[in-house]
């Protein structure tokens, strides 16, 4: 196994013509663009080259994998540990292993996670029938309402950042990507390769998703924001209802909701509402001592905002 820091011909020609997943160049390069000093990295295995991305933080490395970052097939002999060793300055690493192949228990915490996502290859009487009671009712609220959908423009970022920031911040404490790497999805995905929606009350920007398409039969919701003083409007389960049949329309076979943790029960079930098929997936993380400190310290400020 050898690990490749830098960009190179080889490795860029074989990731785009093959067939991953969760896994593109274009994604990578969004991602390098929009947030400082990411780097793109590659590891071959015999004759394949798995992506992912990292940061450098002083003499560590932050490696991530993630469920659009992680390739769909892993090698069955594909040794992690042995990249482990190979690299031991490494202050944050996970994988998500959606095949269960993997055995990292030597050095990695085994995390159980469920992926959910609905069938859009069904027809619109099957998926609409799936949807729970409740869900059906809070979408004719949300029509009775005036709320509109529609694609969101560049011009919207700042609007829709504003309720993302301060959704992740207050209620999720956890920081959120930057500005500048939503910028870099629409300078660099949009529309092949992302779209983004927002839904508006009295037109003002109430809720946003932005949704990457990692296959192009496959959309995947990536950022959800909603403003807190519009959930009474049910304009959360407005927009993905609005979403799942955008993607419907246009013969896409899939829409994932992405991963949710067991403990995440209000985030279950409000996916669950959408009548998704659900998959247990696993995930190894691999947490440096530094990094378990610097998140407390993180954790400490904005508890302290």
């Not at 690299?87 to 292993?97: A, G, N, S, T, W």
């Not at 209802?241 to 896409?252: A, P």
Request: charged share 30%.
């Amino acid at each position: 196994m050898e690990i490749i820091f830098e960009k190179n011909k080889e490795a860029i020609s074989s990731t785009l013509s093959k067939d991953f997943l969760f896994n593109n160049y274009i994604w990578y390069k969004t991602l390098e663009q929009g947030i400082k000093d990411l780097k793109t990295g590659f590891i071959k295995h015999k004759e394949s080259f798995l992506p992912f991305v990292y940061k450098k933080r002083i003499f560590f490395y932050l490696f991530y994998f993630s469920a659009f970052t992680t390739p769909y097939r892993f090698e069955k002999d594909m040794d992690f540990n042995h990249f482990f060793e190979k690299l031991r300055k490494i202050l944050f690493m996970e994988l998500v292993d959606f095949e269960n192949k993997l055995n990292l228990s030597s050095n990695f915490i085994k995390i159980n996670t469920f992926y959910q996502y609905i069938d859009l290859k069904k027809d619109t009487d099957h998926i609409n029938r799936s949807y729970k009671k409740s869900l059906r009712e809070q979408i004719r609220q949300a029509e009775r309402k005036g709320v509109v959908f529609r694609k969101m423009e560049k011009t919207d970022l700042d609007k829709f950042y504003s309720i993302y920031q301060k959704l992740s911040i207050k209620k999720f404490g956890k920081s959120p990507y930057p500005l500048s790497f939503m910028q870099s999805i629409f300078d660099n995905l949009i529309p092949k390769w992302a779209d983004a929606f927002v839904a508006e009350v009295s037109n003002k920007i109430t809720t946003g998703v932005i949704c990457l398409h990692v296959k192009k039969d496959f959309s995947l919701a990536f950022i959800q924001g909603t403003d807190p003083d519009y959930y009474n409007y049910r304009v959360s389960s407005f927009i993905f209802d609005r979403i799942i049949k955008y993607y419907k329309q246009n013969k896409f076979k899939y829409f994932s909701f992405g991963l949710t943790p067991p403990e995440s029960q209000g985030t279950l079930f409000f996916k669950e509402s959408f009548g998704c098929e659900k998959q247990g997936i696993t995930i190894w993380r691999l947490v440096h001592p530094l990094y378990k400190l610097g998140r407390r310290l993180l954790k400490f400020k904005l508890i302290s905002l």
